[in-house]
């Protein structure tokens, strides 16, 4: 795994959050719609946003499970290639923070209660670590 996929995965992460929430709003107005739809005529303005709607909600679905199968094989991948590192348990903690559950610097520090220069100095040993377990 290279840093291009490491960084994919993350932003993976990140966009799968953006996509629940969308897809969130979504069903919400999808479920106050709905009820309409039988009601109404075929080819009346108020189907046709309804049936954009669910059509909203089923690409966002599909988009959804795309890059769910793709974050899982890099997740996959990525921890096999950490569970073969050598690296300590803080550096491994550091890894899946960063890039397993997408969390920022600044929230990594404050979980872990240490300061910006130690954590970016433990990031890096553990990235060459973990790029020398892929050797």
Known sequence: MDR????????????????????ARLRSRAERVTALLDGLPHGSLRRSIVEESLTRIMAELDAAAAMISELSGLRMAFEVQLSGAEMSDRERLIMRLRYLDGLSWRRIGA???????????MHRRAVKKFYASDQ
């Open 111 to 121: 979980l872990m209660v240490v300061s910006d220069g130690w954590l970016f100095k």
């Open 4 to 23: 291009a996929e490491l960084d994919r995965m993350r932003e993976l992460t990140l966009g799968l959050n953006v996509t629940e929430e969308r897809m």
